[in-house]
């Protein structure tokens, strides 16, 4: 099978798409697959719209060529790869991700609205550009051959604003798989209590509000430390071990990576109770409201117990889901066959 992979980053690039992309590649080229990868390069330096122009121009002899067209993402990549393989015929199928329009939306305007309130809240506040935007993704969306959604959370957000045919959707869940890594799961070997909390300096993210609530006395007499230092994956992973605990308060994180890392070497974390995952992690997450300061304040405090730590590091040893890549690349060819 032909398969063009379409998406707006790609490593050395670090983000969940740029890992996902990575890796699809990797497996289904093992598997005996021919597989193209295209992604933005001076497209990101574009306007919206001549962006796209440049990437569906770009894309279009190797969308040509190939049985199926795979996209990451609704808009930036999803909507100039449905197109093209519209007009030539061809399989398209888009994995979610994100939400372009809402982390847009908040980046612009600075109102913290929670992802799930989004399109009940705020579509009669959009800008021109964002309502072209709203109804660019909506034609994609009804145009894909085969909408892949990693959370049923999402899917529920989605269908009603962009009259979705519930029908063409997929759920596919992200990864969940052991990392083997050399661990410190020790809290006698935690000299320094830190959290790791690096991700994109973007709004949505809520990481000031995070960073002001670590500069609370109580935090900080007990220890507690935010690291907001980025790397790349793999490094991010060696960091994350040997790290306290992970924390994540953003306003709506449909399948987040950090978390699911963070699971995959037995490491604490808090995270936003806006999470598509609940379903996996319930169990093992000490959740948050990420606008309440005070809810945030006492799980960290909590965690910062030694006992509650050792049994939350128990606890998180008997999470036993494995969703690993290597089967997801296989769920996604049969999809491509179907």
């Known amino acids: 099978m032909k398969i063009l992979i379409a998406t707006g980053i790609y490593p050395p690039h670090t983000s969940?798409?740029?890992q996902y992309a990575e890796k699809m590649y990797e497996l289904w080229s093992e598997m005996g697959n021919k597989v193209w990868v295209k992604t933005y390069t001076i497209e990101n330096n574009l306007p919206t719209g001549i962006r796209h122009i440049y990437y569906f121009?770009?894309?279009?002899?190797?969308v040509i060529s190939s049985d199926a067209v795979f996209a990451l993402d609704t808009f930036s990549t999803g909507f100039p790869a449905v197109l093209a393989s519209k007009i030539f015929?061809?399989?398209?199928i888009i994995r979610t991700g994100g939400d372009f329009l809402w982390e847009g939306y908040v980046e612009r305007t600075g109102d913290m609205v929670l992802l799930k309130e989004f399109y009940s809240t705020s579509t009669k506040k959009f800008s021109v550009k964002e309502k072209i935007i709203f109804s660019l993704i909506k034609w994609t969306l009804n145009n894909v051959s085969v909408l892949i959604f990693s959370t049923e959370w999402q899917r529920d957000i989605f269908l009603n604003p962009y009259k979705l045919d519930i029908k063409k959707?997929?759920?596919?869940e992200n990864h969940f798989e052991r990392l083997d890594l050399q661990r410190e799961l020790n809290d006698n070997?935690?000299?320094i209590k830190n959290f790791i909390a690096g991700t994109r300096p973007l709004k949505w993210k809520n990481i000031d509000f995070l960073r002001n609530i670590f500069k609370d006395n109580d935090l900080v007499s007990r220890g507690g430390v935010i690291d907001l230092a980025t790397a790349p994956h793999k490094q991010f992973l060696e960091k994350m071990s040997k790290a306290y605990a992970v924390i994540l308060v953003?306003?709506?994180d449909i399948s987040p990576h950090m978390i699911i890392d963070a699971l995959s070497l037995n490491k604490p974390f808090i995270v936003t109770k806006e999470n598509g995952i609940m379903n996996r992690i319930g169990e093992y997450a000490l959740t948050v409201d990420p606008k309440n300061e005070n809810d945030i304040k006492e799980k960290i405090l909590w965690l910062l117990d030694e006992n509650n730590y050792r049994n939350q590091v128990e606890k998180i040893k008997n999470f036993s889901f494995s969703h690993t890549w290597k089967d997801m690349?296989?769920?996604y060819i049969n999809i491509f066959k179907e």
Request: net charge positive.
């Open 16 to 18: 969940g798409p740029a």
């Open 57 to 62: 121009l770009k894309i279009l002899p190797k």
């Open 89 to 92: 015929g061809k399989k398209s």
């Open 169 to 172: 959707t997929r759920i596919l």
């Open 189 to 191: 070997n935690h000299k």
């Open 250 to 252: 953003s306003l709506g």
């Open 329 to 331: 690349a296989v769920e």
